[in-house]
C-alpha cells in the first residue's frame, strides 16, 4: 500500500534555531517528492519539488534532500523564524497516477519567541 | 483573481442536509482537484477533472458525493444527506496539467461542519 508517514508529528523549537523534518515512503513507482507549507487556515504551498534523480533543492531557509534508494526525504529549515510556525506536508507521486497524489499527515512546527 | 478561490469559507449545515461547495480555480489550469482534510489527517484525494472530465471517481467516499466542472472552469462538489462524518476542511487545487508533473495551486478550503 502507498503511504507518507512524516516524523515528528510537532515540534517545537526557539525562533533562530535550525531544525529537521522527516519523510519515509512507500509508494511505487515513484515520481516525484514535495514539501508543502501550510498556515493555519489555509491551502498548502508549495516549498520544493524533487524528481528521482535530483537528491537535494533548497528553496531560501528551506532545504530538501531525498534518497530513493532508501525513500526518504528530509526538510531543513535554518535560522527559523516565527511565520515558519506551520504544518509541513511531504507528498508522493506515483508515476502515471494521473494526478493521485499521496499526502503524509504532517509535521506541526511551532516557533517559540 | 490570481488564485484559486473557493466558496463558502465556511458552512455549518444540519444532518441530512444537502450542501454545495464551489471552487474557481486559476484561470488557463486544465487540472482541478478535491481534496478532504479531517481534524489531524492527511489530505484524502477525492476527484480530480481534466477539463471537464472526471476520469477517476473512486477517491468519492460514498454515493452521497459527486462532483461536477462545467466550461473547464468552476468545479462544485455536493454532499447529499449529510453526515457527522462529513465534517472536514473541503480543498481545492489547480494545475496547468496533471498534478504528477506540474505544480498544483491550493484555495484557502471551505470548512464543513455537520451538525
Known amino acids: 500500500k502507498n503511504q507518507v508517514e512524516q516524523s515528528p508529528q510537532s515540534l517545537i523549537i526557539l525562533e533562530g534555531k535550525n531544525c529537521t523534518l522527516q519523510?519515509?515512503?512507500?509508494?511505487?513507482?515513484?515520481?516525484?517528492l514535495r514539501w508543502y507549507k501550510q498556515d493555519t487556515g489555509r491551502g498548502p504551498v508549495s516549498l520544493t519539488i524533487?524528481?528521482?534523480?535530483?537528491n537535494t533543492k533548497s528553496n531560501g531557509r528551506y532545504t530538501a534532500t531525498l534518497d530513493a534508494d532508501t525513500k526518504q526525504s528530509s526538510l531543513h529549515i535554518t535560522a527559523s523564524q516565527l511565520s515558519d510556525s506551520a504544518s509541513y506536508i511531504c507528498?508522493?507521486?506515483?508515476?502515471?497516477?494521473?494526478?493521485?497524489?499521496?499526502f503524509g499527515k504532517g509535521t506541526k512546527l511551532s516557533v517559540k519567541p | 483573481g490570481a488564485g484559486v478561490s473557493q466558496s463558502p469559507s465556511n458552512k455549518v449545515t444540519e444532518k441530512g442536509k444537502d450542501v454545495e461547495l464551489r471552487c474557481d480555480p486559476i484561470?488557463?489550469?486544465?487540472?482541478l482537484y478535491w481534496y478532504r482534510q479531517s481534524l489531524g489527517q492527511g489530505l484524502e484525494f477525492l476527484i480530480y477533472?481534466?477539463?471537464?472530465?472526471?476520469?477517476?471517481k473512486s477517491g468519492l467516499p460514498s454515493d452521497r458525493f459527486s462532483a461536477e466542472r462545467t466550461g473547464g472552469s468552476v468545479s462544485t462538489l455536493t454532499i447529499q444527506r449529510t453526515q457527522q462524518e462529513d465534517s472536514a476542511v473541503y480543498l481545492c487545487?489547480?494545475?496547468?496539467?496533471?498534478?504528477?508533473?506540474?505544480?498544483?495551486?491550493f484555495g484557502p478550503g471551505t470548512r464543513l461542519t455537520v451538525t
Open positions: 524533487m524528481t528521482f534523480s535530483e
Open positions: 484561470s488557463g489550469h486544465t487540472a
Open positions: 477533472f481534466q477539463g471537464n472530465s472526471a476520469p477517476d
Open positions: 519523510c519515509n515512503y512507500t509508494v511505487s513507482p515513484f515520481s516525484n
Open positions: 487545487a489547480s494545475s496547468l496539467g496533471l498534478a504528477e508533473y506540474y505544480e498544483q495551486y
Open positions: 507528498v508522493v507521486s506515483e508515476r502515471g497516477s494521473q494526478g493521485n497524489l499521496i
